[in-house]
């Protein structure tokens, strides 16, 4: 929305038809805002930059004139609909130059664009380039805090909260050496509640990584997508747990194989097991990171689920891990996909 109301702002100043902001990806440029003519059809548009024209400005940090928009390589679905001409290309060049190129045109029989106007639009993207080098700043600054405080309260809770829960599981259990028959058991269960509870608060500290992080790279993020679409297949959703940085501590190519993982077991569970629950534990530490999958199904049986399996093992070993798959109690299987934090690239944080 901002980038929209500069497009509108840019219109107005210029006497313009058409403006768009286009930003730089790879070897390609994405509109990502535009207004007046043809903006429906822009937003969001992806040009290749194989022309130059659009490189070329972001490499000169100088305006360029063109005769007409379909100079930018147009896709053909807009190609034989455009007709603006002349048209400007503005570079938005802050401290340092690539934020993206400005693009200003006028309906084909207007006036051309004056030297005058031309300066003042390179002085607003100029400016434009500016605001969205201290938006960025802004982000990063506001991204440090978040992580700071969730390290503030990941001590807190560990050094408080955890260790007092550690010293009265202690306790209990021995006092429940000192117990015979029922006492003792509900003593000792008690005492796996509140190993229950340490591992939720666990979950707890790393969760709030959530809002800072990216959800092309979250494991945990993309996992819940993944549950969104199987949910229909399987007839349930899958139950999920999180155990140390599954935000921070996993690369991007990891988190691909993890995904292909959990939506072949989950496809598997869907098509063969019967099941009417499954649970995802995904586990990220100093040593390793590790997906487990278990279902209350009939278990793994027919042959036609061995060739996927195949696969993920192929997966692990390629990262020196590994695949078991075994009974899951009386009923169901259990899935173990597991690699070494090594592999995972970016799996060094430590597990509190």
């Given at each position: 929305?901002?980038?929209?109301?500069?497009?509108?702002?840019?219109?107005?100043?210029?006497?313009?038809?058409?403006?768009?902001?286009?930003?730089?990806?790879?070897?390609?440029?994405?509109?990502?805002?535009?207004?007046?003519?043809?903006?429906?059809?822009?937003?969001?548009?992806?040009?290749?930059?194989?022309t130059?024209?659009?490189?070329?400005?972001?490499?000169?940090?100088?305006?360029?004139?063109?005769?007409?928009?379909?100079?930018?390589?147009?896709?053909?679905?807009?190609?034989?609909?455009?007709?603006?001409?002349?048209?400007?290309?503005?570079?938005?060049t802050?401290?340092?130059?690539?934020?993206?190129?400005?693009?200003?045109?006028?309906?084909?029989?207007?006036?051309?664009?004056?030297?005058?106007?031309?300066?003042?639009?390179?002085?607003?993207?100029?400016?434009?380039?500016?605001?969205?080098?201290?938006?960025?700043?802004?982000?990063?600054?506001?991204?440090?805090?978040?992580?700071?405080?969730?390290?503030?309260?990941?001590?807190?809770?560990?050094d408080?909260?955890?260790?007092?829960?550690?010293?009265i599981?202690?306790?209990m259990?021995?006092?429940?050496?000192?117990?015979?028959?029922?006492?003792?058991?509900?003593?000792?269960?008690?005492?796996?509640?509140?190993d229950?509870?340490?591992?939720?608060?666990?979950?707890?500290?790393?969760?709030?990584?959530?809002?800072?992080?990216?959800?092309?790279?979250?494991?945990?993020?993309?996992?819940?997508?993944?549950?969104?679409?199987?949910?229909?297949?399987?007839?349930?959703?899958?139950?999920?747990?999180?155990?140390?940085?599954?935000?921070?501590?996993?690369?991007?190519?990891?988190?691909?194989?993890?995904?292909?993982?959990?939506?072949?077991?989950?496809?598997?569970?869907?098509?063969?097991?019967?099941?009417?629950?499954?649970?995802?534990?995904?586990?990220?530490?100093?040593?390793?990171?590790?997906?487990?999958?278990?279902?209350?199904?009939?278990?793994?049986?027919?042959?036609?689920?061995?060739?996927?399996?195949?696969?993920?093992?192929?997966?692990?070993?390629?990262?020196?891990?590994?695949?078991?798959?075994?009974?899951?109690?009386?009923?169901g299987?259990?899935l173990?996909?597991?690699?070494?934090?090594?592999?995972?690239?970016?799996?060094?944080?430590?597990?509190?």
């Amino acid at each position: 929305m901002p980038l929209r109301l500069v497009t509108e702002r840019v219109a107005d100043i210029a006497d313009a038809d058409f403006v768009s902001i286009l930003q730089p990806a790879a070897d390609l440029f994405v509109v990502s805002a535009a207004s007046g003519d043809y903006a429906a059809k822009w937003d969001g548009l992806v040009l290749r930059s194989t022309t130059g024209r659009l490189t070329s400005v972001l490499a000169t940090g100088k305006p360029m004139n063109i005769e007409h928009l379909d100079e930018l390589a147009l896709p053909a679905e807009v190609r034989d609909e455009v007709d603006i001409d002349p048209v400007i290309l503005v570079p938005l060049t802050g401290t340092a130059p690539g934020h993206g190129v400005l693009c200003i045109g006028r309906q084909t029989g207007r006036r051309a664009f004056t030297a005058a106007e031309t300066g003042m639009a390179t002085m607003f993207a100029g400016q434009v380039a500016l605001a969205l080098e201290l938006a960025a700043s802004l982000a990063r600054r506001d991204q440090l805090a978040l992580v700071e405080e969730r390290d503030r309260i990941a001590r807190d809770l560990h050094d408080h909260v955890i260790q007092r829960l550690f010293a009265i599981g202690l306790t209990m259990e021995n006092a429940a050496t000192k117990l015979t028959g029922t006492p003792a058991d509900r003593v000792r269960a008690s005492v796996d509640e509140i190993d229950e509870t340490i591992k939720q608060i666990r979950t707890t500290i790393y969760q709030l990584t959530g809002p800072i992080v990216s959800p092309h790279t979250s494991l945990r993020t993309q996992a819940i997508r993944l549950f969104d679409d199987l949910e229909v297949a399987l007839d349930f959703r899958p139950d999920l747990a999180v155990d140390g940085p599954v935000d921070f501590g996993v690369n991007e190519d990891v988190v691909d194989d993890c995904l292909a993982v959990l939506r072949e077991a989950l496809t598997n569970v869907a098509r063969h097991a019967h099941a009417t629950r499954a649970e995802v534990v995904i586990t990220v530490n100093t040593t390793l990171v590790q997906l487990d999958v278990r279902d209350n199904g009939c278990g793994i049986g027919a042959a036609s689920r061995r060739s996927g399996l195949a696969n993920l093992r192929a997966r692990a070993e390629r990262r020196h891990g590994s695949l078991t798959v075994q009974a899951n109690g009386a009923h169901g299987t259990w899935l173990r996909w597991s690699i070494p934090a090594e592999a995972a690239g970016s799996a060094t944080v430590s597990a509190r």
